[in-house]
């Protein structure tokens, strides 16, 4: 199971880290996704990383300005977001998959087991 915290109401320009604390004990071996969904629309991809953390992979939309982390020990993904913009308000909900493929990880179809989503909201 994952739960997603973090979120919050900040204005445009601000930070945010969100966190996903996973149970179970394939944490470590699964690729771990970040996606977002906004109001009327569908979900999103945000950024994956690898389960050695060796690989990421980032949306356009937030290359550059927000960055996916793991600590395999603590059970915990990250995303860390910066220079937030109100386009960036959504739910953001973390994902994770023990059989994806790479090149797939920005699919949601790929992921077979998802977090509640953690509402972030960016004020202008």
Do not use: H
Request: aromatic fraction near 12%.
């Amino acid at each position: 199971q994952l739960q997603a915290s973090g979120g919050g109401l900040v204005q445009a320009g601000d930070s945010l880290r969100l966190s996903c604390a996973a149970s179970g004990r394939t944490f470590s071996t699964s690729v771990m996704g970040w996606f977002c969904q906004a109001p009327g629309k569908e979900r999103e991809f945000v950024a994956a990383i690898s389960g050695n953390g060796f690989l990421a992979s980032y949306a356009d939309s937030v290359r550059g300005r927000f960055t996916i982390s793991r600590d395999n020990a603590k059970n915990t993904l990250y995303l860390q977001m910066n220079s937030l913009k109100p386009e960036d308000t959504a739910v953001y909900y973390c994902a994770g998959s023990t059989s994806l493929l790479w090149a797939r990880n920005s699919r949601p179809t790929s992921y077979n087991y998802w977090g509640q989503g953690t509402l972030v909201t960016v004020s202008s």
